[in-house]
């Protein structure tokens, strides 16, 4: 789990650095989209985690 976490996380900083040097409004949609969507799993997974037991954060 810890894994996809740390997936997650870059990816979502990776795209972070793509939507900074876009330019469009459909391709500034599609990243903040895709962004919104990779926060979503984040969120869940560490919801997840924390119920297990695991670390916070």
């Known amino acids: 789990m810890d894994e996809r976490i740390a997936l997650l996380r870059r990816t979502i900083s990776d795209l972070m650095e793509q939507a900074t040097a876009a330019s469009g409004a459909a391709t500034e949609e ?28």
């Open 30 to 57: 599609s990243l903040a989209a895709r962004l919104d969507d990779l926060q979503q799993r984040l969120n869940t997974l560490l919801k997840e985690r924390e119920s297990l037991g695991g670390k916070a954060g």
